[in-house]
């Protein structure tokens, strides 16, 4: 079945560091990509997606690339600040039906 | 944008009671809306699909009988926690997909309730 695995965290970097949250997914036909992000006590919030192959998810700084020659789907941002700190969930979709998530990676960013 | 709410965000009940949970989309119609759950520091776990006018589909494991869902309206999904105990305490989400337009297809996701039973 479908299924997305994403590095186990939680990853802990300074301000200003480069962050890359590793994810793969396993799919049968082309799955839209997304990555979600939840802060502390809230809900989540769509971060980025990409819905083909080479498309590129951008926002706030963030982005993810859909490789489908490698099912990955690697978050990056090029400079990260304390406010960043959240746990970010990679996360697939076939065709409008159910999503399925990875396991969530949880960020510290230090001041 | 598309906006799904969720009430109440918080509730903190007594064993043995049940608790209704709504998810409403705002400005789109949803024929089709999710439950999740989310235990601490884990991911999301699919509950149910629910479909407007009929029944639920549920996902292997999860006990219909205790999950009651209601998907009456386009914009509107229940959950109800049937005799509700402490294992039942964890964070409830709910998506709903869009059904027109630009929408289509697309899910949005609801801030989520916090159950607490004592």
């Known amino acids: 079945g479908d299924s997305v695995t994403q590095m186990e965290g939680p990853v802990t970097l300074s301000e200003e560091a480069f962050l890359t949250i590793n994810c793969t997914y396993t799919?049968?036909?082309?799955?839209?990509l997304f990555w979600y992000v939840q802060y502390p006590g809230e809900g989540l919030q769509l971060l980025l997606k990409?819905?083909?192959?080479?498309d590129k998810g951008s926002n706030k700084g963030f982005e993810a690339t859909y490789r489908k020659e490698t099912t990955s789907f690697h978050l990056e941002k090029g400079s990260v600040q304390v406010s960043d700190s959240a746990v970010y969930f990679c996360?697939?979709?076939?065709?409008?039906?159910?999503?399925?998530f990875g396991a969530g990676t949880r960020l510290f960013v230090k001041a | 944008g598309a906006v799904v709410s969720q009430h109440p965000s918080r509730v903190i009940c007594k064993s043995g009671t049940s608790v209704k949970i709504e998810c409403r989309s705002l400005?789109?119609?949803?024929?089709?809306m999710f439950w999740y759950r989310q235990f601490p520091k884990q991911s999301l776990m699919l509950m149910a699909t629910?479909?407007?006018?009929?029944?639920?589909?549920?996902e292997q494991g999860v006990e219909k009988d205790k999950f009651l869902i209601n998907h009456a309206s386009l914009t509107l999904s229940t959950l109800t926690v049937t005799s509700a105990h402490p294992e039942d305490s964890s964070f409830y989400i709910c998506?709903?997909?869009?059904?027109?337009?630009?929408?289509?297809?697309?899910?949005?996701f609801g801030p989520g309730t916090r159950l607490t039973v004592l």
């Open positions: 996360a697939l979709n076939t065709g409008g039906f159910k999503t399925i």
């Open positions: 400005d789109f119609q949803a024929t089709t």
């Open positions: 990409a819905t083909k192959a080479d």
């Open positions: 629910s479909n407007e006018g009929s029944k639920a589909t549920y």
């Open positions: 998506s709903a997909r869009g059904d027109q337009g630009n929408f289509r297809n697309e899910q949005f």
């Open positions: 799919a049968t036909g082309y799955p839209s």
